[in-house]
């Protein structure tokens, strides 16, 4: 389980997180919708200190840390057990797709090599890279990239993955090839918190879904709640401008 209480994060005197309380269950997928610019991929990259929140308390399980006094190891801590997928896919450019996967077991995981090949070999044939391992990442397509990042996200095997708009950057053709492997880990039961913009998919795969506005949670329910029955005006004025009218048939 992660739990998120109080949680802050400005940019000078532009305060982008405000506030933020969110708890995920194990297994459970939280979505988090809401327009660009409203501070949800801050708050994801927040969790795992890519960005440094300015209060705030992160905990997973039993182990919990005040983000004002967050130590070196307490840091650590939080990035072995999460893994961010991101939108640009952020792949080493000069390692092929299974030294991409293998990075982060022997750097951070410190796991040997002859170990780390196997099992990078083992989540790129789960998400139909087998035959891609050694391509590197300029002779893949975006798609195939993102599922490398994917693939590299399953096989640190964290308590959470956060996903940062993970088809954003993708062509249209591309996109339903990476939605298909993060439905097949939910499948799987993996926790995860998902910040995207397809909608249809959201409604699809979260138990939860969290609609951010300006830094703070408006709204938070099932999807049929949220989607079919948002309380918010504000919800509802965003449902409509992304063609999802709020009161569809689920």
Not at 4 to 20: A, N, S, T, Y
Not at 144 to 154: E, F, H, N, P, T
Request: proline share 4%; with cysteine.
């Amino acid at each position: 389980m992660i739990q998120i209480k109080g949680l802050h994060k400005k940019f000078g005197k532009h305060h982008v997180v405000k506030d933020v309380n969110l708890t995920v269950e194990d297994g459970q997928v939280i979505a988090i919708i809401g327009p660009s610019g409203s501070g949800k991929s801050t708050l994801l990259r927040c969790i795992d200190f890519l960005e440094t929140p300015q209060s705030g308390v992160i905990a997973l399980d039993d182990f919990t840390v005040d983000v004002t006094k967050a130590s070196k190891r307490d840091i650590l801590y939080l990035r072995r057990n999460t893994a961010m997928v991101f939108q640009q896919f952020n792949l080493l450019k000069y390692k092929t797709a299974v030294e991409n996967v293998m990075e982060g077991l022997v750097t951070v995981q410190k796991m040997n090599e002859k170990e780390a090949r196997v099992t990078a070999n083992t989540y790129l044939d789960h998400v139909g890279l087998h035959d891609r391992k050694d391509y590197y990442p300029r002779e893949l397509s975006g798609g195939q990239q993102q599922r490398v990042g994917i693939a590299r996200a399953l096989a640190l095997n964290p308590k959470v993955i956060l996903f940062d708009e993970p088809t954003s950057a993708l062509d249209p053709e591309m996109v339903g090839e990476v939605l298909a492997v993060i439905r097949a880990a939910a499948k799987e039961g993996r926790t995860m918190i998902i910040v995207s913009h397809e909608m249809s998919f959201v409604r699809e795969i979260a138990d939860r879904v969290v609609f951010f506005e300006e830094g703070s949670i408006v709204e938070e329910g099932t999807p049929e709640e949220v989607f079919r029955q948002p309380k918010n005006e504000r919800t509802k004025q965003f449902l409509a401008r992304v063609n999802l009218p709020f009161n569809y048939e689920i």
